[in-house]
């Protein structure tokens, strides 16, 4: 079955503490991204990547950090978590190309921290 | 720099009424847009998009959007709701550019379908 991937669903963790969220798409797909979704904001991109070793900034990248070792993997890592970065995140992949182009978003991860 | 606007927050509308869901954006070159809708306690999937040719665009669960590019519109409608079209819904553009793959949100708009 072609998904997203992100793990884990829930995540309570405390300020400073390093922490990463996983997603993986078994889609083969060129581009990845990541949002955190907050009440009455919508969705914001955080970074997204359109190939291995290609990442590039969205709206709010600020204390977040991303890698693309592989195609399929696409980890977002908090390496000092703040209480500011309470929120929802999704992952998402897309095949590159306009005529191709949706967006599979994962299940969301709720990230809560102390 | 590109963003959106979805004008209301919340729509209530009675069952198998028809509802139109606005959204404005904001962009200095062509863009692509495209309408998500997210169920409770899922991610989003996508409605429709468009890209290029016709300006109506069709998409699934009998949606249908009108790019207006004079008015810098995209807006949503649907004949006729069901109770299941309860959902959010975002709006979101990206630059036409090759390159360009940075996609911006609205802020989404409640759609509360009433027996």
């Known amino acids: 079955e072609a998904q997203v991937t992100q793990n884990p669903r829930y995540l309570i963790t405390v300020t400073g503490k390093k922490l990463t969220v996983t997603c993986s798409q078994n889609m083969n797909h060129e581009y990845m991204s990541w949002y955190r979704q907050d009440p009455g904001l919508g969705l914001r991109q955080i970074y997204y990547?359109?190939?291995?070793?290609?990442?590039d900034k969205g709206d709010v990248p600020e204390g977040y950090k991303v890698s693309r070792k592989e195609k399929r993997n696409f980890p977002l890592i908090l390496e000092s978590p703040s209480p500011n970065q309470t929120s929802l995140y999704f992952c998402?992949?897309?095949?590159?190309?306009?005529?191709?182009?949706?967006?599979?978003f994962g299940s969301g991860t709720q990230l809560s921290v102390l | 720099a590109q963003s959106v606007t979805q004008l209301d927050s919340q729509v209530p509308v009675f069952e198998e009424a028809p509802v139109e869901l606005r959204c404005n954006y904001s962009s200095s070159v062509s863009v692509y847009l495209f309408w998500y809708v997210q169920y409770p306690n899922q991610g989003l999937q996508l409605l429709l998009k468009y890209l290029s040719g016709s300006t109506l665009v069709k998409g699934i669960n009998g949606f249908e959007a009108e790019f207006n590019k004079s008015q810098t519109s995209f807006h949503l409608r649907k004949p006729s709701v069901h109770i299941s079209d309860t959902a959010e819904y975002f709006c979101?553009?990206?630059?036409?550019?090759?390159?360009?793959?940075?996609?911006?949100f609205g802020k989404g708009t409640k759609l509360s379908v009433i027996p």
């Open positions: 990547s359109m190939n291995v070793e290609v990442t």
């Open positions: 998402a992949s897309s095949p590159l190309g306009t005529a191709s182009e949706k967006l599979f």
């Open positions: 979101a553009v990206r630059n036409s550019g090759a390159g360009s793959y940075q996609l911006t």
